[in-house]
């Protein structure tokens, strides 16, 4: 923010030291360059209708249509001086400044070019970053990079009659740093809405200390609300943000907001909020830690610490993720890297936020250390190793919590023939335990439909497990003569894998995650009580998938050369040995699972996946989105919907199709729970904007449960955008909450929120 700087290294160059005559005769459009001017590096370029030295007086003198140049600053006035001996300078009549930055344009600007102070007498400055104008009389230079300014006046409004302006006694300008206020009126429409003693303003610097602009709002979950924050920037790596958060209904909040950032590897946040909450009679907090360190090229550790009373999302948010998320965890990672792999320290303090929720019951990983070998390749061949392997901890308040050992070596091999991709893979997982209280269990039995005592856990396991999968890549490439289109590629990729697991050891196993389930034989209730489900320590499954993409590519002078057009998965797989029963019928395959995705001359878009089961006949899943841009970007228009009966809607296809991996998750598709309330999930949505004219954009999101036939959330915005100002209205409806909020926003200046 050099804009006063400007003004001073402009009338340095009225300062030559002229190697002419005393007197230049008069005539039209006199001038001439001049090379050697003290302290200046650049030659200036002096044009007018009369030029005059005095050698008495050593001063020069410009009369009549005055410009004076130099690298990219003009100087355009009807009269300049300069005196040689003293270094001052004055330009006079409609004296204009141009710089790359800043125009400024005064009745009179005087300086000293020794000292580099000076005055500018009403005078008038438009920095062009930030479209700021500042005015005053008279505008004094006081020191390197800053003014003081009288009777100022601030906006960013180009009108003569602003909508919004700042006048105040005195202004302190700080150049690209900020602008202090004294005795500052704000005024709207030229009538003054507030008064404020002291006001600072970051000017083309956003790191600036200072009171920030403060925001309200009303809703019928908290009342009347005022928010004001101190931000504090001592130094370039450290900020912090103080904040009161006043709630009428609940209470006064604080939080404090500090950040650090030592450079671009290591960067530290932390947050904490406290309230007395005076609606539930107890004390509400949030505090979190977020750190990041990389301690050498190839160790690094990151820290995310979060705690929070258990209602604190749900009561004092505003965000849809926030309010509805029903754990909290806590996470310490170290990580060191190899050109092999890698080897990690973590732990993990898993939070319940629902306050039905049995938090004794969950399990808490305290800590895990793991070694991992990402396929390194052997023998100089398409031979790869790989390894999962980890040694962890687990503790619950109530039932089994012990270690686990880990250890999941694999061997895999990649060819080509007959342009197919082969991945044959082969591997062997051991798992060994150590519990505590390994006492008695509850298990349900199928036959009595009732919870039976099973005494300890099995303390050991083995699983063998091999596959291979295949996979060809097919397109051919249709060419047009004429159209719009050039041609459109085909791609067709089918995919085929199997794998097959052995189980060796005990059939019971506590429950701590994905990995003590892989061989579990617990039998479940299932769909309207007719279908039992029972996971095989022996597994044997086929999947496959097709893929169909089809690529347009546009005719030159297109916006976009190339557009997805049309891409249609199908995946699908058949287990040998399924468990799964429909009365009396054995169940091998799963759902079919499908992705589609469609774009039509870059403006409709559709993003669909489903899960269709043969056996009942029925779509366990769909979730679609369909949006239309229209072609001058001045509306759109969205419909989505969400369905789904079961709670696990799991489906690797065989892109990631795996033996005995956790997070394949592939069981999952076999087990149908009831459609109960909780795990139905069937809702609308609905989205639009369109732009008005110049300056209104309007936008509408509906969210409808059609299985509880309730409007689940709305939302509404309206926005009126000018050059210098803008005004926003929003509209929040739930079950829960309704709040209206009006936002004035000042450009320039920040938010003002109602």
Sequence with gaps: MRLFLCVVTAII?????????DVFADGDNIGGTIKSIANAKEPVTIQADSLRYDRKTDTYFADGHVKITQKGYTLTSEKATLNEKTGDAEASGKAWLVSPDNIVFANVIKVNFNTKLGVIEKGNILVKKGNYHIGGNPMEKVGEQEYVIRDGKFTTCDAKSPFWYMRARSLDVRMANDVFAKGAVFYIKGVPVLYMPYVWLPM???????????????????????????YWAPVGNFDSTLTLDYRSLRGLGVADEIRYAQNKDTSLRLYGYYMRDRIIHSDRYNVSLKYHDLF???LSGVADINLSDKQFFRDLTDTAR??????????????????????????????????????????????????????????????????DSAVTNFYKVKGVSGGRFDAFPSLSYNFNLAGINFEPKAGYRETVYSLDDNNETKKFD???????QVNKSDTERGLFGAGIKAQADLYKLYLFNSGPFEGVRHTLVPTLAYNYVAGRGGKNFPDFDGVDTLDSEEVMPANAGNEVKALSPRRSMIAYSLTNRFVLKYRDGTQEPRVDYLTVKLSQFYDFYADTFIGTRRRN??????????????????????RYDFYQGSIRSVDTDLRYDSKDKLWHAGIGQRYSLDAEQTFMSPSYFDFFTPSTGFATDFLLNKAEEESTVNFLTFDGGIKLGTHWDLSAKIWYDWHTRNLRETDGSATYSSQCWGLTFDYFNSPTRKQYMVMLNLKGIGNVKF
Excluded at 13 to 21: H, K
Excluded at 207 to 217: A, D, E, K, L, V
Excluded at 351 to 372: F, M, S, Y
Excluded at 446 to 452: A, F, L, W, Y
């Design 322 to 387: 926030e309010r509805t998320q029903r754990t909290l965890d806590s996470n310490i990672w170290l990580d060191n890297l190899w050109g092999w792999g890698r080897g990690y320290l973590f732990g993990q303090y898993t939070e319940g936020l629902d306050p039905t929720q049995n938090n004794n019951a969950i399990v808490q990983r305290l800590p895990e250390a793991g070694l991992n070998v990402v396929k390194k390749q052997l023998l100089n061949q398409p031979l790869y190793l790989s390894l």
């Design 589 to 610: 395959f799963s759902s079919l699972y499908g992705e589609i995705s469609y774009r039509s001359s870059l403006r409709l878009s559709l993003n669909n996946d489903f």
């Design 296 to 298: 050498t090229q190839d």
């Design 204 to 230: 083309l610097k956003p790191r600036t200390s200072g009171f920030m602009i403060p925001s309200g709002g009303y809703s019928t979950k908290d009342g009347a609300r005022i928010i004001e924050s101190y």
């Design 13 to 21: 160059m009225l300062a030559p030291v002229f190697s002419a005559p």
């Design 446 to 452: 199928p036959n009595t439909g009732n919870s039976v």
